[in-house]
């Protein structure tokens, strides 16, 4: 089902106008599996969490998916759009506009910390919930979404405004990989150490990075065999056995493979 804004949704008038901030609406729903709105943009600012279920955010051509806990900022004219990806979706929205302020707002994809989750307990006992709820008692929303903004651009000038990152799981796995220091592992290998199968791990992977897993280990494994091929002046066999390979032979045929010559002959190039 495909869901389009109304024609003055989050356009009403201030609910609520600070020096620093406007609320201009706020909602806490769901939607079922396969709803989706189709691509928007408009004037304000958007701050939008994942109460349960999983959402899509997309901006631009970067596709994020936000789990329980999680939130995403949305900037003025960022061309966005959500899709929703379980049974059930339950979701906070809140629009609002920001005035002159001394610090960089954030924006993209904030996961869950407990800080945050802090904050969205208050928010949850403000915002009534359903389509057709009253009005929420706007001057404390507001100043609790203050608070959150400015724990956000804290944060934020801490990290260099870059995005916290992905989902726990992607995240997880991605720790495994990078502390691995490029042995090769198998999904299936991968999945048991986190407790799930190796479909989910491969589509949740490839939905949130774009790649998919197999790429992804494949391409560390690779760096690393380049590396130590160039600087140590160990055996290939005890490379490969380093790297996690049966042999010699699975290494070599492996790298081969996708460098297009065999770790021997790359090494050989690197000395002449």
């Not at 970067?62 to 789990?67: P, Q």
């Not at 904030?110 to 359903?130: H, W």
Request: net charge positive.
């Amino acid at each position: 089902m495909v869901l389009k804004l109304g024609k003055n949704e989050g356009l009403a008038e201030g609910l609520w106008m600070g020096s620093h901030l406007e609320l201009l609406y706020h909602r806490q729903d769901f939607f079922e599996e396969g709803s989706r709105f189709r691509w928007h943009e408009h004037p304000f600012w958007q701050i939008d969490f994942c109460l349960s279920g999983a959402i899509e955010v997309r901006v631009g051509e970067r596709a994020t998916v936000l789990d329980p806990g999680d939130c995403f900022v949305i900037g003025p004219r960022q061309r966005h759009c959500f899709a929703y990806l379980e049974p059930k979706n339950d979701y906070l929205s809140i629009k609002y506009e920001l005035r002159e302020s001394d610090r960089t707002p954030r924006l993209g994809c904030i996961r869950g910390d407990d800080t945050l989750k802090r904050f969205l307990r208050l928010l949850q006992a403000l915002v009534p919930k359903g389509e057709h709820a009253p009005t929420a008692d706007a001057e404390p929303l507001a100043r609790v979404l203050e608070g959150l903004l400015s724990h956000l651009s804290a944060e934020s000038d801490a990290v260099g405004g870059r995005d916290v990152g992905y989902g726990e799981l992607v995240s997880r796995v991605l720790r495994i990989i990078d502390q691995g220091k490029g042995r090769l592992r198998q999904v299936g290998e991968l999945a048991r150490e986190l407790g799930v199968t190796q479909g989910h791990l491969r589509a949740r992977f490839k939905r949130e990075t774009g790649a998919s897993l197999k790429e992804k280990v494949d391409a560390v494994c690779m760096e690393r065999a380049r590396l130590l091929l160039a600087y140590s002046d160990r055996s290939v066999s005890e490379l490969a056995e380093e790297l996690g390979f049966p042999d010699l032979f699975a290494f070599s045929r492996y790298f081969k493979q996708r460098q297009g010559c065999s770790p021997r002959a790359y090494r050989h190039k690197l000395e002449r």
